[in-house]
Each structure stands twice: as structure tokens, then as C-alpha cells.
């Protein structure tokens, strides 16, 4: 959560409840983010990076626009089509078959090459050039990956709690799905995990989904429709059209060398046609070819004989035919990078840092040099490129086969390296995440598959290249918790983060203890504060030791501490924490300080919490006093603190001095924000509890239906925060003796929730 947040609290015995307060909660620890420094031979060098803090306060974060209702709406990194592409009509007719009224979830399944993906991205491109309302591509290699694909589409379609977790916008996506699917197509490619993603299949509707994945369970997800290899005349139609060649007994005999493995076929294809040779060259030089001597079969890949050689031959090619020398560099830098997609910018920007090793060692380059040779490696069929020509793919095998070509030369730790100080770059450039999501988003994705195709091939034999790695993923990690919407990948990810670091770092260094702040505010983010707790008592300790007990450091270390205690119900631990935050850094910072505001804050809504509104209500008066003349009137957090100090003066009774507290914060609410931002609509429905608690009840229900008007339309029916409002307004209609709306509005509760 930010350092401010909105508890929205429910009715009662029939009775509105106001429903703000601030929680200064744990804070992500990521201090000096600041462009890559440069050392003094020019090389990139790691941000620094210590405990910290960083007050995001709720800010008006830029939305997505909502795409046009009438569509095309287009989501994803859907694959241009291949050189020579084989049409599959029977595949292609069977996607089109559909029942009324009924979401056909069709599972292309097989093993890896046969072409499932090329088979979903052609029937992608037919809905699109059919005008169907909505066409997304989602790579759901991951759980990461399907909550940001299903949370792309939700921004593009309007749906869901603007700054609300990724989980919740794919389950938008889903009920919006249910709700109304008809010409809408969502593809899940590469499917691993299916339990997580049968969370997110529409049950109704008339939307059609396509999964991908090369696990024969996924068919139970919906009609099975397996993909094999190519029959003899589709491999043979196709080698036709790829190598000009008038020569169909070489052809079969070069089919049944890989099996008619489409992958294959292409890469041999791509070959024969760069290089002018015959079928019988080609196959003299597969079959003398040393690359499964380095690259072993992978569990759950039975790739038939002579795949990873076509792969390896046409790598080869394109890299003897490229007289700028960039196919070779540009394969290796795809090979560690995310087969999800890798963006052309990195790309670009990663020849204009002369990152890109040739046969004349590292060199600057163009961007138009750099897409010449992109384009290059798409006519050969060693990558594609997205719809929009923003992104480039290839194949997993593909990269697979380059990375382990890299490790058997000893490159790999050169490469990995050059790579590795790109993302650094990256990093420096986005200072604060949340103002280019998708860009964040993508570098964590990076990152992870980095370190993944890494650490497979290398292990840790080069401490200097892991050391960097570590370095990104420590970022990653504080990064997942700065969006704010991916606390569930940032549990995936940081346990590792954190006991690598551990074992790298010691348990002291100053990376460790973020990182291990970092998982423990994820925990206690997602709900897990019981996880939370542990790591933030090491953390005091370790820092207290380390750093010393007055660091302002240590004093956010313990602030986090004691917002878990009291998360836990660990109140008579929690508050004399906040007592000696504060205390110190009163002492430590100033009074003026951000960090002792915070701090006072918190005292003060641990007083309230229980029962101690004399000592809290003096406390939220001087942080209000503070917020306004250190802040401004209208920051985020100057309107969160007007706020609760109304909700603190209702709980004592104090009407008259509430109202024109909350008056004043809804208005500044509704012109920083917005009429329908989530928060405004927390503070439309304090003032109508406000109204409705001094009996002014033709004020207040208005304003409650209203507020429940723009919830369900913002957030949905069956948002907590929507189900909350509707119980207000069913009991201000109680209180006017209007008993049959309030019958009528509890009746539009959603039967589930």
C-alpha cells in the first residue's frame, strides 16, 4: 500500500459509518533511484541502492483511455505472419466453430515447434481484419504474465479500480467477458500454469478463448483441438514456397529428417534459400552438424532429431550473411531476454550504447542499422515481429539453442553482462515506476528471464555477472511493490531475492535488509501480514546493529515493525514503537520532516484504534497543521489528513467541526482526482455518513446514490467498496422511512460477491 490509504469501513446496526483514515503503512525501501552513473571507462555502473523510503502518497496516476466500444480493441504482441506461412485451414475452420451462447474455450495443444502459436496468432489476425470488438494476445508463460496481459486489456477497456491490483483488473476482464463476450477474442499463449489460469476463463458469455500449451492437460480447459506436424503435403507445399526448389524427393527426405517438424522446416528452409543449396547439401551438412553435442534434450521437449541443428545451421547463416555483423549480437541479446517479446527500443538502445559485441568487438550502431538487422532475422524465420512492428519474438527453442551456443563458446558472461547493464540502464531512466507502467513491467519481465536463462546455462561461475543480476532482481522486487497492483508476483519472486542476497551479501548488508523489507511489506500488502512480521523484526535487528538505532533507516525499519504489529493485533507492541519513532525522529529529522509526520500519523490512528481519541485527536490536528504548510492544501496527503481528522472528530461527537472538514476535502477530492476516482468516492460517502449522522437526511441520500451510482459503474457490483455503499444508502433509506427503496436497493446486491 502507499504511505496513505483509505479503510473504508461499513455499516453497522443500521447505521452509516464514516469510512477514512490514514494508514502510513510500510513503505517500499528503495532510495537514490537516479540515471546509471558511468565509471571511468565509460561501462554502466549498478545505482546505488540502500534502505529508504519513499512516500507515495495517492497521487492522480495517468490512465490508459479506454478504447471505443465499437473496436477494434487490439492487446498484446500478436506475431506477424512467417515467411512462406503454411495456411492450416482444418486447424483455422475447427477455431471458427462456435455454438450460441456459449464460450468456447479451445485448447491447441502439442509439443513445442509444431506451430500452435502461429495457428492461434493467424486466427488473431483474421478476427482483427474482421473487426471484432476486442482481439488480445496475453503470453501466459507465468502467472506474471497473464495478470499483466489481462490487466492491459482491462486499461484498454476501461475496466476496473484505476490503481487497483492486477489481479482484480483480470478478473474485471472476466466478468466483463461473462457479461457480454460477443466478437471479443482473448488468446492465452504458452499456458504452464493451467490451475492459475482457469481463475480467469469467462464460465458464460459469448467471448472465445484460445489456449496454447504444450501440456496434453490443458485440453481440459475446453475443447481439445491438437496441432501435430505438418502432413507430408503441407511440409512439402511449404519448403516449396521457402526454397524455390523443384526437388520433392530431396524435400521428403529433409521432412522426414525432423519429423516434418514446422520449426525445423523453417529454419531449413530459411537456410536453403540464403545460401542457394540443394536439398542433399543441406542435409550433408545436418547431419554432420556438432550442436547435440552441447545442447541436451530438456525434460518434457521430445524434439525429434535434427531440430536444434536446423536451429544452429540457420543461426550460422544469418550471421555469415550479415555484412554489418549484427545478426549474431542481436540473436545472443534475444537469447536472454524474455520470449514474451523483446522491444525494439531496447534493441535500438542497446546498439547505441555500444553494447553490441561484432566480430571487431563493441561498437556503436544505428537504430536503422539495428532494424536492417531485425528485418534480416525475420526473413530467415529466427524471429517475428508483433503486429505493430514495436516488438520482436522468437521461438523458445530458438533462443534456447543460441544461449546454450553462447555458454559452450565461454560468451555467455560477456553477453549476460552487456545485457545486464542495459536493464541497469533502464532502470536509471524510469525513476518513478508508476509513470510508465508498461515499461516497468516489461524491464521486471526482462529481468526475470534474464536471470532465468542464466542461471540455467552458468549457474554462478561468474561472480561479478551474478553480483549484477542480483542487483536487478533486488530492484525488481522493490519495483513490484512501488506499482502497487503485483504483490502476488513480488511473493513469487522475493523469498528467492531475499536468500540469495542473504548468501551473497551477508544477512547485514544493507541490499539485504531492503530486500528482505521489501518481501515483508509484499506480505503484509497482500494480506499476509502473519509473513510480515518476521522479516520486519530482523530487519530492526540486523539494522539497529548494522546501521545504529537512530538511522533514519532503522527508524522506517521500525515504523514497519510496528504498523505490523498492529495489523496483527499486536497493539500494546505496536504502539510503543510509534511512540519511539516518532520521538526519534522528532529528534532525529525535525518535526517538519515527512518521515515524522508519517509518524505522528500513525500514533495517532493506533491511539484511535483503541479507544484513545483524546491523545489521537491532538495528534491528527498537528499532522493536518503540518500537511498544509509543508505540503500545500491540496496534496494527496494533506486531503487524506483533513479527512481523518473529520472521522476522528465524528467518533467524539464533534459534528460540527466534521462537516465542513469533510465539505472541503470532497471538493479538493473531486478537482485533483476526479468526480469517479475510487478515493473520491470513499469521500463522497464519508460526508453523506457525516450528514447522515446529524439527521440531515435530504443531504445525505442523494449523495449516497450517487456514490453508489458511479461504484457500481467504476468498480463494478460486486466491489466490497460498491456492496459498502449500497448498505449505506439501504440504511439512510431506513432512517427516512423509506422502507421499501431500502428493501429495493439491498435487492441489487449481486447474488455473489
Not at 504511505?3 to 502510513?24: N, T
Not at 543441406?282 to 554432420?288: D, F, V
Not at 516497468?440 to 555477472?465: F, K, M, N
Request: charged share 20%; aromatic share 6%; proline share 6%.
Amino acid at each position: 500500500m502507499d504511505a496513505f490509504g483509505w479503510e473504508v469501513i461499513g455499516s453497522a446496526a443500521g447505521v452509516i459509518a464514516a469510512v477514512a483514515a490514514i494508514v502510513f503503512g510500510v513503505i517500499p525501501l528503495w532510495q537514490n533511484r537516479r540515471a546509471a552513473r558511468q565509471d571511468a571507462n565509460g561501462d554502466p555502473a549498478s545505482v546505488d541502492v540502500r534502505i529508504g523510503q519513499y512516500i507515495g502518497n495517492y497521487v492522480e496516476r495517468p490512465q490508459v483511455p479506454a478504447a471505443s466500444p465499437d473496436g477494434p480493441v487490439i492487446v498484446g504482441e500478436i506475431p506477424q505472419a512467417p515467411p512462406a506461412y503454411q495456411p492450416r485451414a482444418d486447424l483455422l475452420a475447427a477455431l471458427a466453430t462456435r455454438g450460441p451462447g456459449v464460450v468456447l474455450v479451445h485448447a491447441l495443444t502439442g509439443m513445442r515447434g509444431v506451430g500452435k502459436t502461429q495457428v492461434a496468432a493467424a486466427y488473431a489476425r483474421s478476427r482483427i481484419d474482421a473487426r471484432w470488438r476486442l482481439v488480445a494476445w496475453v503470453n501466459a508463460a507465468d502467472p506474471a504474465g497473464v495478470l499483466a496481459g489481462l490487466g492491459e486489456a482491462a486499461a484498454r477497456l476501461g475496466l476496473g479500480e484505476p490503481g487497483g491490483s492486477l489481479e482484480s483488473a483480470a478478473f474485471a476482464v472476466r466478468h466483463w467477458l461473462e457479461a457480454g463476450g460477443e466478437r471479443c477474442l482473448v488468446v492465452f499463449d504458452n499456458v504452464i500454469d493451467l490451475d492459475h489460469l482457469s481463475r480467469f476463463l469467462p464460465a458464460a458469455g459469448d467471448s472465445q478463448v484460445i489456449v496454447t500449451s504444450n501440456q496434453v492437460q490443458a485440453a481440459s480447459l475446453g475443447s481439445a483441438l491438437p496441432v501435430d506436424v505438418f502432413t507430408a503435403e503441407e511440409g512439402l507445399a511449404f519448403l516449396a514456397r521457402r526454397t524455390a526448389l523443384a526437388d520433392e524427393q530431396g524435400a521428403r527426405e529433409l521432412g522426414r529428417e525432423v519429423g516434418w517438424l514446422p520449426l525445423a522446416l523453417a529454419q531449413a528452409g530459411a537456410v536453403i534459400a540464403v545460401e542457394h543449396l540443394g536439398y542433399p547439401a543441406y542435409l550433408a551438412r545436418l547431419r554432420s552438424h556438432p550442436v547435440r553435442k552441447y545442447l541436451g534434450r530438456a525434460k518434457g521437449e521430445p524434439y525429434p532429431r535434427g531440430t536444434a541443428d536446423a536451429i544452429s545451421l540457420a543461426l550460422d547463416a544469418a550471421a555469415d550473411s550479415d555484412p554489418a555483423g549484427l545478426c549474431g549480437p542481436l540473436t545472443d541479446f534475444v537469447a536472454l531476454l524474455s520470449p514474451a517479446g523483446v522491444p525494439r527500443e531496447l534493441l535500438r538502445a542497446a546498439g547505441q550504447a555500444g553494447l553490441l559485441t561484432g566480430p571487431d568487438g563493441p561498437r556503436k550502431v544505428m537504430a536503422d542499422d539495428i532494424d536492417a538487422a531485425l528485418g534480416r532475422l525475420a526473413s530467415v524465420s529466427l524471429l517475428t515481429f508483433s503486429l505493430d512492428n514495436s516488438a520482436v519474438i522468437s521461438h523458445r527453442l530458438t533462443m534456447r539453442v543460441a544461449a546454450e551456443r553462447l555458454a559452450a563458446s565461454d560468451d555467455l558472461p560477456q553477453v549476460g553482462t552487456s545485457v545486464a547493464d542495459l536493464l541497469q540502464a533502464v532502470i536509471g531512466s524510469l525513476d518513478q515506476p508508476w509513470q510508465n507502467r508498461p515499461t516497468a513491467r516489461d524491464t521486471i519481465q526482462q529481468i526475470v528471464a534474464l536471470h532465468d536463462t542464466v542461471s540455467r546455462c552458468l549457474g554462478e561461475r561468474d561472480p561479478s555477472l551474478t553480483a549484477k543480476i542480483l542487483r536487478l532482481r533486488q530492484w525488481a522486487l522493490w519495483c513490484l511493490d512501488e506499482l502497487g497492483d503485483s504483490f502476488s508476483q513480488a511473493i513469487d519472486l522475493g523469498p528467492l531475492v531475499v536468500a540469495d542476497s542473504e548468501r551473497m551479501l551477508g544477512n547485514s548488508h544493507p541490499d539485504t535488509l531492503e530486500s528482505r523489507n521489501n518481501l515483508g511489506y509484499a506480505y503484509e500488502a497482500a494480506g499476509r501480514v502473519g509473513d510480515s512480521v518476521p522479516l520486519f523484526e530482523r530487519t530492526v535487528t540486523d539494522a539497529e546493529r548494522v546501521l545504529g538505532e537512530s538511522h533514519p533507516d532503522t527508524l522506517q525499519s521500525r515504523n514497519n515493525l510496528a504498523y505490523a504489529y498492529q495489523a496483527v493485533g499486536r497493539v500494546g507492541e505496536a504502539i510503543p514503537l510509534f511512540e519511539r519513532t516518532l520521538a526519534d525522529r522528532d529528534r532525529v529529522l525535525g518535526e517538519s520532516h515527512p518521515d515524522t509526520i508519517e509518524s505522528r500519523n500513525n500514533l495517532a490512528y493506533a491511539y484511535r484504534k483503541t479507544g484513545r481519541e483524546g491523545e489521537a485527536i491532538p495528534l491528527y490536528e498537528r499532522t493536518l497543521a503540518d500537511c498544509d504548510r509543508v505540503l500545500g492544501e491540496s496534496h494527496p496527503d494533506t486531503l487524506i489528513s483533513r479527512n481523518n481528522l473529520a472521522y476522528a472528530y465524528q467518533t467524539v461527537g464533534r459534528l460540527g467541526e466534521a462537516i465542513p472538514l469533510y465539505e472541503r476535502t470532497l471538493a479538493e477530492v473531486e478537482r485533483v482526482l476526479g468526480e469517479s476516482h475510487p478515493d473520491t468516492l470513499i469521500s463522497r460517502n464519508n460526508l453523506a455518513a457525516a450528514y447522515k449522522a446529524a439527521g440531515r437526511l435530504g443531504e445525505a441520500i442523494p449523495l449516497s446514490e450517487r456514490t453508489l451510482a458511479d461504484a457500481e459503474r467504476v468498480l463494478g457490483a460486486d466491489h466490497p467498496n460498491a456492496q459498502t455503499f449500497r448498505d449505506n444508502l439501504a440504511a439512510a433509506y431506513d432512517g427516512a422511512g423509506r422502507s421499501a427503496d431500502a428493501e429495493a436497493t439491498r435487492n441489487r446486491a449481486p447474488a455473489t460477491s
